[in-house]
């Protein structure tokens, strides 16, 4: 099947099977091998990329769907050599290890912002009635905004720390906790 796709603001013709998911779509065929492949089943959050904006995973996407669309991924962030302040955030705070998780990490993180300036909730919001704030997301909310990606080495801390920073928020506190008491979640600053 003849396809064309939109990828960081360029065009690219491909002639694949409609069973090609978006990810091998990405890595196998047009070399963008910045998104990883992880689980390859939805699991892991690796294959994270932008289409029109808002995350998907990209194993779970059908490549042949996302004619028309901008579709954005971790080679795209950056703009004439210049680091996404989400990628800066992440270096200044450690928020990567063996790196494989982080370009998911990292588009999950812009999808993020986009979705806290909408004032979208998420399934921790208390209060539903009242705006979602930049400066105000709590741990919390970053970290149940970020649980669809998982990172094995651990880097939490300092992906929640960039989080802050890109938030606005002027302490970010790398060693802050969070642990699920059985009243619920309760937030810990260390
Ligand atoms: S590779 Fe897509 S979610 Fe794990
Ligand atoms: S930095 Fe995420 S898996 Fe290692």
Not at 42 to 66: D, H, K, P
Not at 105 to 123: D, M, R, W, Y
Request: hydrophobic share 35%; net charge negative.
């Amino acid at each position: 099947m003849d396809v064309t796709l939109s990828i960081n603001q360029k065009k690219y013709d491909l002639s694949i099977e409609p069973r090609v998911t978006l990810l091998d779509a990405l890595r196998e065929r047009l070399g963008l091998v910045g998104t990883k492949k992880g689980c390859d089943h939805g699991q892991c959050g690796a294959c994270t990329v932008l289409v029109e904006g808002q995350r998907i995973y990209s194993c779970l996407a059908l490549a042949v769907m996302q004619q028309g669309k901008e579709i954005t991924t971790i080679e795209g962030l950056a703009q004439d050599s210049v680091l996404h302040p989400v990628q800066q955030a992440f270096i200044e705070h450690d928020g990567f290890q063996c790196g494989y998780c982080t370009p998911g990490q990292i588009c999950a993180t812009v999808a993020l912002l986009e979705e806290v300036k909408q004032g979208t909730p998420s399934a921790v919001t208390s209060n539903l009635s009242s705006e979602v704030s930049m400066n105000e997301l709590c741990e919390a909310e970053i970290k149940e905004r970020l649980s669809g990606n998982l990172c094995r080495c651990s880097a939490y801390n300092g992906i929640v720390a960039a989080v802050q920073q890109v938030l606005g928020q002027t302490s970010p506190s790398p060693l802050a906790e969070i642990r699920v008491s059985q009243s619920g979640l309760k937030e810990i600053d260390e």
